[in-house]
T-cell receptor, first 114, second 109 residues
Framework: DGGITQSPKYLFRKEGQNVTLSCEQNLNHDAMYWYRQDPGQGLRLIYYSQIVNDFQKGDIAEGYSVSREKKESFPLTVTSAQKNPTAFYLC?????????????FGPGTRLTVL | GQNIDQPTEMTATEGAIVQINCTYQTSGFNGLFWYQQHAGEAPTFLSYNVLDGLEEKGRFSSFLSRSKGYSYLLLKELQMKDSASYLCAVIDSNYQLIWGAGTKLIIKP
């Protein structure tokens, strides 16, 4: 079955620690995205990548880092520099060859900083 | 700035019809999406509009007026499982997705 997987579903971290969230897709999609969702707010773009070994900052990239060493993988590291990291993190992907650029989402990771 | 407005919350009765509105002011327009998101889960794609008019897909329909910067999602024959948040998102001139905050729809028996 094709899809997007994120792990873990729930993650707890002590303040001051870095943590990496996994995102893998086997849809052969070109582009991958990381969003953050807070209660009562829309999705906010952290980083995106349209091609291997290249990625762009989104609206709220500070305190985060990413890599795109393989087409199917786009891990997100939440660093200790991120002031308020507790949130729901969503990874999405899309093909750039289609007509609509519809983004498909993974199940999400809920990060809680203790 | 870019802005997408949706009502924060709506309530409807099982079996009824509800219309969720979305107005947008963006730098350019290259399409509009509606997604459904159940609590604690990922958004799932519902519809895409790029031309004016109504797109019907089963119990759900989506309408777009580009001149008015306006869209709505129409849900018919409401079921309890339709209780969710509905997100409106617009592709701007840079092909970036701009997201609304979502409308929480509560269905009552």
């Amino acid at each position: 079955d094709g899809g997007i997987t994120q792990s873990p579903k729930y993650l707890f971290r002590k303040e001051g620690q870095n943590v990496t969230l996994s995102c893998e897709q086997n849809l052969n999609h070109d582009a991958m995205y990381w969003y953050r969702q807070d209660p009562g707010q829309g999705l906010r773009l952290i980083y995106y990548s349209q091609i291997v070994n290249d990625f762009q900052k989104g609206d709220i990239a500070e305190g985060y880092s990413v890599s795109r060493e393989k087409k199917e993988s786009f891990p997100l590291t939440v660093t200790s520099a991120q002031k308020n990291p507790t949130a729901f993190y969503l990874c999405a992907s899309t093909t750039l060859a289609g007509d609509t650029d519809t983004q498909y989402f993974g199940p999400g990771t809920r990060l809680t900083v203790l | 700035g870019q802005n997408i407005d949706q009502p924060t919350e709506m309530t409807a009765t099982e079996g009824a019809i509800v219309q969720i509105n979305c107005t947008y002011q963006t730098s350019g327009f290259n399409g509009l999406f509606w997604y459904q998101q159940h609590a604690g889960e990922a958004p799932t794609f519902l519809s895409y509009n790029v031309l004016d008019g109504l797109e019907e897909k089963g119990r759900f329909s989506s309408f777009l007026s580009r001149s008015k910067g306006y869209s709505y999602l129409l849900l018919k024959e409401l079921q309890m499982k339709d209780s969710a948040s509905y997100l409106c998102a617009v592709i701007d001139s840079n092909y970036q997705l701009i997201w609304g905050a979502g409308t929480k729809l509560i269905i009552k028996p």
